[in-house]
Structures are given as C-alpha cells and as structure tokens.
C-alpha cells in the first residue's frame, strides 16, 4: 500500500538533513541548525507502514503512483507523539483527591496506595477496557507511541497482570513494582524490596522491556532504587527512574550513573544534577502535567536545554497525579510555563520521547522510519501552543494506517 500526502504547507521531519538540502541539493545552515528539520510546501510518501520518501512537493512522485494521495490543504503535518511515560492500568478514580489539592492540600506519594486497592479488585477485563480508552483518547489526540508502567498492583498476581495487559497494547512496557512501599510491608520496606527483586520482578520481567523505581521521599530510597534496578538489569531489563518531583535528592545522579535511558519528573534539580545530566545520554523527561495538578512549580525547560540537557516531553497520564492524556496540552503548558519555544516542545514531544525509550524508528518523519505521522488542522505546529485546549487533530496513522 502506497500512500501520497502532499500539499504540506509544514512539515516538521526532526531530521535536519531534510531542511539542509534544497531541491538542487544545496545546503542551507540555517536550516541544518533546527533539529526539527522543517521543510514548507511538501509530500510524503508512504509504503507498507514505512516512509518511503520526504521532500518538496515539485520533487514528489506523480499520484498515479499511489494507491491513495492525501491533499493536505496546506495543513502543518508532524511525527506522531511518542509519550513515554505513562500509567493507563488501573482502577477507581481520585477526582476528589484532586478537589482536596485543590482547595490546599498537599500532594504526597501515598495517594498511589488508594488506587492500588481499587487496581487489585478489578477484574482484567474491567482493567483492559480503562487501557484501551485511555489509548482511543491518546490516538485521537495525535499519540502514536506510548509507555506504559504497572505499578498499581504492589503484589506478585497483580502486577503480572498489569504488565501482562500492557503488553497487548503497546511493546514499551514498564514493570514498576517500586511504585510506593504496600501497606502490608510499611514496617519492613526491605522485605518488599527483597519481594519486587525476586518473585515479582520473575514474574513480570517476562512481559517487560524497562524497570522504574521512584526513587523519593516516602517512596524508595536511592540505596533501595540501586539495588531495584541493578536486579531488574541482571534480568536483562533496561532502566529508567522517576526522581526529584517532591524535593531534591541522589535519583538524577543514581539514573545517570546506571545509563538509565530516562530520568523522568525533574522538578527540583540541583546544579550537580543537571551537569550530570548534560554530560550523559540520560534523557530529562518533563511531565507539565503533573506540575498543573499538583501547584508545584514547573521545571525550568529553558535553563535545562541551555545547558545541554535532552529533554523529552510526556503526559504521565495516571488517576492521582496527571490525570490527562493530551500531549497537544502539554505541549502549551510546556511553552507558556517551562520556557520552551514551540519548536522545542514539539521535537521533545516526538522525538524527545523516541530518545527517551532509545527508538529511531519513531519521533521523526524520514525514509525508513516509521509512518506514524498527524495532520493538524493549522497551517504550522504553532497553533498546538497558540490555540490551547482546541482539537486541531485532524488525521493520525500509524504504521500507515489511519487510527484516528
């Protein structure tokens, strides 16, 4: 199957190669510095779930050569958004939580617990139906690559079923059996931590590709995360770790140190963290998300990308703390809050989250990647941060295939 999409009036490529060349091949340096690799009047073609060719429209193969040409109109169209983090396996609902922040109280990471209990009672196919929605919301909101983490079962049975379910939907499966301490353990959290690295992690692994810790006050310390994660390594698990969202503390420099592919949340950074992780391949995933729900203060994106960190953007999308599943929001709170350009967000929210699950075959519209692309009803990216709140999706494929 061979799909035409032409009459591009934006196309973001996250491949600077594309916007370095004219159509006579000469190099533009301006272009070659934007990491979104734009290109203006363009097509794409399509084949067989794989992008087969990107260019300027004058170039494009004749539509007879298709079995299908989209007009885009002179739309913008962008990569599909990759989030990487997020927790769609669960059960029950927090929204008075949320109304009690609200009104003043303060989040904690406790509040997981409640929703572990209502995880433990549901039924998998009450726990499938919450997956699939949530996706059906993802997809139609431009989503093409997600996360996502188990974490809300904190027993053997129960998380095994999570990353089980998880994995029916999506190959970036996360165990997070280091979610928060279970109420059973609260007095000997290492007897959990002996249980998450022995019978749970065996398992679960088997339906995994990444181990989580959040490593944080009330959570796990760094001396437990080490020893979570190493475990987790052992059993060929690849690692990645929530840190620093309630306070400073060692999680950046722990995740940097074991090569974690991402350190996600990053709310309260030190100098040191962010030195280290300039210095690394550890991606600094964002979560604006959670900052909203929760009144904390955003992280500061701007400084971050300054100094050279890779920052990803992801919705974190879960019942207690983000409980939304829109990048296009995030995107504009990432703009408006965190000191982001438009572009920034943009390439954090598709190829950011590429880096952050160690892909090069999503985040970027360029021969041999993926064909997960969104056509947006706007003339350029812009209007994602400019017109907030307003569906501007109008088409997604994935794979080459349309899903919303």
Known sequence: MRTLI??????????????????????????????????????VLVEDGRIRWVGPIGDAPAPREADETVDAAGRAVIPGFVDSHSHLVFGGDRAAEFEARMAGQKYAAG???????????????????????????????????????????LDVATEERLVRLAAE??????????????????????AYVDLVTGPMLDACAPHARWIDVFCETGAFTVAQSRRILEAGIARGLRPRLHASQLGPGDGVRLAVELGAASVDHGTFLTDDDIAALAGSETVLTLLPGVEFSTRQPYPDARRLIDAGVT???????????????????????????????????????????????????????APGARADLVLLDAPTR???????????????????????
Not at 7 to 36: K, S, V, Y
Not at 382 to 403: E, I, N, Q, S, T
Request: overall charge negative; proline content about 6%.
């Open 169 to 190: 939907a999506t190959e970036e499966v996360t165990f997070l059996g280091a979610h928060v301490v279970p109420v059973e353990y609260a007095d000997d959290p290492d």
């Open 111 to 153: 509040g997981i617990r409640s929703t572990v209990a209502a995880t433990r009672a549901a039924t998998d196919a009450e726990l499938r139906a919450r997956l699939r929605g949530l996706l059906d919301e993802m997809h139609a909101q431009g989503t093409t690559t997600v996360e996502v983490k188990s974490g809300y079962g």
């Open 311 to 365: 920052v990803a953007l992801a919705c974190d999308t879960n019942p207690g703390s983000s409980f939304t599943s829109s990048m296009p929001f995030c995107i504009a709170v990432a703009v408006r809050d965190m000191r982001m350009t438009v572009a920034e967000a943009v390439w954090a929210a598709t190829a950011g989250g590429a880096a952050a699950l160690r892909r090069d075959d999503v985040g970027r519209i």
């Open 382 to 404: 812009v209007h994602l941060a400019y017109r907030p709140g307003v569906p501007l999706v109008h088409r997604v494929w994935k794979d080459g295939l349309p899903v919303a």
């Open 6 to 43: 032409t009459n591009i009036g934006e196309l973001t490529t996250n491949d600077p190669r594309l916007a370095a060349a004219d159509p006579t091949g000469a190099a533009d340096p301006t272009a070659a510095a934007d990491p979104t690799g734009t290109l203006h009047d363009a097509a």
